[in-house]
């Protein structure tokens, strides 16, 4: 059973433009959501994290959007640039459980 | 670069055999993740040392066991390898607060 969907599976944006992934989780008891980025090559590397008490938390760039009642939560690239072509994965814990990840979204910023 | 290490980078081996593949964690890190990450099942967690004990366990299989040392490095024994055993092999490590795991370079397993 999957329990964090993540799409899409691959994104093309354009250099400037804004790169939308999304995830939904099933388990309420969830309570840490981190966006990972992995370069090929490499491993994955925490880029951002929200827990639910806030509806949105941004990183320069990188923003995250969390709706509790609808479980869903997603990641948005302003201004994305070719140097944030990458796989990127959601994941979803409660308390300090072990993570659980989405399948991960392949995404090209195209110059 | 996450401060954890992975030995060795790359690992090619037949089916049948037995491999072990090495992590030690961030300086002070107590805890200890193993991932596998195969294209078409992503990540997927196959269990967690705390300071030596397991703590988690996910989709590992019986043929698979791990452990933690003293000195906090863990091994990942992978054994009677099939062809489906290949894929990206990470382990991650994480503080006291247990929720930011932070991913080493991982362990490419290529079964022949």
């Known amino acids: 059973q999957q329990q964090v969907k993540q799409s899409p599976q691959s994104l093309i944006v354009q250099k400037g433009g804004i790169s939308i992934i999304n995830c939904a989780y099933e388990?309420?008891?969830?309570?840490?959501f981190p966006w990972y980025q992995q370069f090929p090559g490499k491993g994955p590397a925490l880029l951002i994290a929200?827990?639910?008490?806030?509806s949105e938390k941004k990183e320069g760039r990188f923003t995250i959007s969390f709706n509790k009642s609808a479980k869903q939560f997603s990641l948005h690239i302003m201004d994305s640039q070719p140097g944030d072509s990458a796989t990127y994965f959601c994941?979803?814990?409660?308390?300090?459980?072990?993570?659980?990840f989405g399948k991960g979204t392949m995404l090209l910023v195209s110059p | 670069d996450s401060g954890v290490t992975q030995t060795p980078k790359h690992l090619i081996t037949a089916t049948g055999q037995r491999v072990t593949l090495r992590c030690s964690p961030r300086?002070?890190?107590?805890?200890v993740y193993w991932y596998q990450q195969s294209l078409d099942q992503g990540l997927q967690f196959l269990i967690q040392?705390?300071?030596?004990?397991?703590?988690a366990k996910g989709n590992i299989l019986e043929r698979f066991s791990a452990q933690q040392f003293p000195d906090l490095h863990s091994e990942l024994n992978l054994s009677s390898l099939e062809l489906g055993d290949s894929a990206l092999y990470f382990c991650?490590?994480?503080?006291?607060?247990?929720?930011?795991?932070?991913f080493g370079p991982g362990t490419r397993l290529t079964v022949l």
């Open positions: 991650a490590s994480s503080g006291q607060g247990l929720d930011t795991q932070y």
């Open positions: 388990n309420t008891a969830f309570d840490y």
């Open positions: 929200i827990r639910p008490d806030v």
């Open positions: 994941a979803a814990s409660k308390g300090y459980s072990t993570l659980t």
């Open positions: 300086s002070g890190d107590l805890s």
């Open positions: 040392y705390y300071n030596g004990e397991e703590r």
